[in-house]
T-cell receptor, first 115, second 118 residues
Framework: AQSVAQPEDQVNVAEGNPLTVKCTYSVSGNPYLFWYVQYPNRGLQFLLK??????LVKGSYGFEAEFNKSQTSFHLKKPSALVSDSALYFC?????????????FGKGNQVVVIP | GAVVSQHPSRVICKSGTSVKIECRSL??????MFWYRQFPKQSLMLMATSNEGSKATYEQGVEKDKFLINHASLTLSTLTVTSAHPEDSSFYIC??????????????FGPGTRLTVL
């Protein structure tokens, strides 16, 4: 089965500093990778995805992610963090299962942006 | 675009009652909808995958008679928690996959339903 790992529980960053949220994947075949963000008591919001093409993927709210095949990573980045970026971030990989495109999620990373 | 709604957003019920949660894709047709459960500060646990017009596929360990799923149309899926008990209290989130050229690779999520069983 496909899987992703988010090694850190919480990421603390000062406002204005670069933000990186790490994700590594384990797949057979080509990976379809996703990043979602979740604010308290809300559903997940789609940020970006990698299917094929350029390794640097740009998404919503100024986020981007870099697909690195040799390191099997798909880290989420933002050049300058905002306090409003404080949320729970999930990396996910498409897991083909009986013909359904289900997602396998990482455990999530709590991002805290310090004013 | 790609908006998914859930209703209700919050429900409190007595033990033994049944609760129905609706998931709607508002501006697109979704061949597949997914139901997740999330415990505090934890990741999403997939409960079942629902395809329009066919029976849902449940994940291992999820009781299909307890969590009834109906996907009657390309824009509506419902999850019914039957004879709810306090251990069923959780945050339930649905998602819908966009039908785009045969690919259903992006899931869009609803805002979630907070179920509290007393």
């Amino acid at each position: 089965a496909q899987s992703v790992a988010q090694p850190e529980d919480q990421v603390n960053v000062a406002e204005g500093n670069p933000l990186t949220v790490k994700c590594t994947y384990s797949v057979s075949g080509n990976p379809y990778l996703f990043w979602y963000v979740q604010y308290p008591n809300r559903g997940l919001q789609f940020l970006l995805k990698y299917i094929t093409g350029d390794n640097l993927v740009k998404g919503s709210y100024g986020f981007e992610a870099e697909f690195n095949k040799s390191q099997t990573s798909f880290h989420l980045k933002k050049p300058s963090a905002l306090v409003s970026d404080s949320a729970l971030y999930f990396c996910a990989v498409r897991d083909w299962y009986y013909g359904n495109n289900r997602l396998a999620f990482g455990k999530g990373n709590q991002v805290v942006v310090i004013p | 675009g790609a908006v998914v709604s859930q209703h209700p957003s919050r429900v409190i019920c007595k033990s033994g009652t049944s609760v129905k949660i609706e998931c709607r894709s508002l501006d697109f047709q979704a061949t597949t909808m997914f139901w997740y459960r999330q415990f505090p500060k934890q990741s999403l646990m997939l409960m079942a995958t629902s395809n329009e017009g066919s029976k849902a596929t449940y994940e291992q360990g999820v009781e299909k008679d307890k969590f009834l799923i109906n996907h009657a149309s390309l824009t509506l899926s419902t999850l019914t928690v039957t004879s709810a008990h306090p251990e069923d209290s959780s945050f339930y989130i649905c998602s819908a996959a966009i039908l785009a050229g045969g690919s259903t690779d992006t899931q869009y999520f609803g805002p979630g339903t907070r179920l509290t069983v007393l």
